[in-house]
């Protein structure tokens, strides 16, 4: 590893010497990126907390910019804290200081975009409510129907296990929170409908930070949490945050939500992209021992690789933020980079370093690295730069002049030079399971005859004629339970129903490629 990174990195400072004219050192050889250089995912998160997409004439110094770095891929901040920068989405308009309507950020962006060869993927933020002490002015933020003026189940705030919701003026979604979820995967699909875009790129998809220890989270104590983690588990105690069978039930949440998410795009555009931003705290899983015991599964709940081993994660874009010049963080970068490229299977991972954090030298260094491939051959799907605004550690939120001069000299650095990492243009990777696919999915509901939703019920699908190995799962708090990526064929979906509920327990579906097939079940009834 120490070797590798020696080697990448004389040849970073080689490719930026002849980018940038430092003297004395010559051209480097670029590391391949793939077997088909063609294809390489490349592009800057856009956040909309700083300039970028407030106006029109952001938006074509946007593309401008892209265009100079060779990029193919705008993640351009959409819902931010449950506000649109966009007017036809099921979140409503944002109150930053864009300009007024008809003006449509995300519109103008698309049309800007697509018009120059760019994709654009809607960066919505998942878990992260509101983070202002003024609230939102809009009646149907979600913040003003369910944050601290609603009780019960109408009350969709996270909660520490000390009682705590807010931290500062930052609150939270819970994703044990049934109406929540179906809220986040109507919204993200509202996006989808209304909008050109190309994809969806998830932020926040965890559990909140704040927590006391990095083995396990102390969020997710709320009323409602609680309540259903008792009736899943029959346990009556208010369980420990460093309780295993309570952190793999939060887990759960969360995977329930992205499969929710994933499908329910699906359904209105079966070509969109499903991203995330996938957390890469501190040491990867060859210092800690293993993916479960990283702080990314243990402490903030998001279990990434195995939403990509389960197909329903297309690419994991790694917030792979880390400095390179602390020879720690340079080691953690390194240890996240070797498993970004060795865990993809069937789908993407994309290296995202901070070039807020870094020098352009460093970065350089980062870009190589993120693209070189491993022992075992493999090698990432692309990189994507945090971020836009920021484009090295030398003017952080500084004279918005000093940034445009660093992320012009950050694009040359990549484009200039015979052997430039991003010397030619190139192609965002296919999805070939999305693009030619040969699998199907299944979905249902079940509920009882009161219109109540029946949770927890395990469900099994089980090939009949055709189709791949059988697969169960757990409804989740609204009754829903989807599969994913099952080959053609006649399944039999079986339920196991608990005591004291009665109804048919088995349902026959077909399942063909590339569309959701249903399992429609009759309201349930209790015995008396």
């Known amino acids: 590893m120490i070797r590798r990174r ?10 930026l010497a002849s980018s940038v004219g430092v003297a004395g050192v010559g051209p480097a050889t670029a590391a391949p990126a793939g077997d088909d250089p063609a294809q390489q995912w490349r592009g800057y998160w856009v956040d909309a907390f700083n300039e970028g997409i407030y106006q029109p ?27 649109c920068f966009c007017n036809r989405a099921l979140y409503p308009r944002t109150d930053a200081g864009i300009d007024p309507a008809p003006y449509d950020p995300l519109d ?50 996270n909660q520490r296990v000390d009682g705590e919701e807010f931290m500062g003026d930052n609150v939270y979604i819970d994703p044990a929170n049934p109406a929540a979820v179906n809220y986040i995967v109507e919204a993200v699909q509202s996006i989808v409908r209304e909008y050109d875009v190309d994809g969806v790129n998830l932020d926040y998809v965890r559990y909140p930070d704040f927590n006391s220890s990095t083995e396990y989270s102390d969020w997710g104590y709320s009323e409602v949490s609680i309540s259903r983690f008792q009736q ?10 460093s309780d295993a069978e309570f952190s793999d039930w939060r887990r759960d949440q969360m995977t329930n939500l992205v499969r929710k998410i994933y499908l329910g795009m699906w359904e209105v555009d079966p070509q969109a992209r499903l991203s995330m931003d996938a957390v890469t705290y501190a040491y990867g899983p060859q210092t800690m021992g293993s993916w479960e015991q990283t702080r990314p599964y243990a402490e903030v709940l998001q279990d990434w690789k195995g939403w990509l081993d389960g197909g329903f994660m297309d690419t994991a874009v790694a917030m792979n933020y880390k400095r390179n010049w602390m020879p720690e963080q340079a080691q953690m970068y390194d240890e996240w980079s070797e498993v970004l490229a060795d865990w993809q299977g069937d789908r993407q991972t994309v290296n995202g370093p901070a070039l807020y954090l870094n020098s352009i030298e460093d970065s350089v260094v980062q870009a190589e690295l993120a693209l070189t491939p491993t022992d075992a051959g493999n090698t990432v799907a692309g990189w994507a730069g945090y971020s836009y605004a920021n484009p090295s550690m030398e003017y952080v939120d500084g004279p918005i002049e000093s940034r445009d001069a660093e992320r012009e000299a950050l694009a040359a650095a990549l484009t200039s030079g015979d052997d430039a990492l991003f010397g030619e243009p190139a192609a965002v ?13 299944v979905v249902g509901e079940l509920t009882l005859r009161d219109g109540s939703p029946l949770a927890n019920v395990a469900v099994t699908l089980s090939p009949i004629v055709g189709g791949g190995e059988p697969q169960t799962l757990r409804t989740d708090g609204d009754g829903w339970f989807g599969f994913v990526h099952a080959e053609p064929g006649r399944y039999l979906v079986t339920l196991d129903l608990p005591n004291g509920v009665v109804g048919p327990p088995l349902r026959v579906v077909n399942v063909t490629a590339g569309e ?10 209790t015995r008396p």
């Open 108 to 157: 103008e962006v698309i049309t800007q975009a697509h018009a120059a060869g760019l994709e654009v993927h809607a960066w919505v933020n998942v878990n992260t409510l509101w983070n202002q002490a003024t609230p939102p002015s809009s009646p149907e933020h979600v913040f003003n129907q369910h944050g601290p003026d609603a009780a019960g189940a109408d009350r969709w705030l």
């Open 516 to 525: 959701i097939a249903e399992a429609q079940f009759r309201p349930l009834q």
């Open 232 to 241: 899943a588990t029959g346990r009556s105690d208010i369980p420990e945050p």
């Open 429 to 441: 990777p296919e999805m070939p399971w999305k693009a030619d696919p040969t699998e199907g999915h």
């Open 6 to 15: 020696l080697t990448v990195g004389l040849a970073a400072c080689a490719l």
């Open 57 to 83: 004439a952001e938006v074509t110094k946007l593309v401008e910019d892209a265009l100079d770095l060779n990029a193919n891929v705008l993640i351009v901040q959409t819902a931010r804290r449950y506000d």
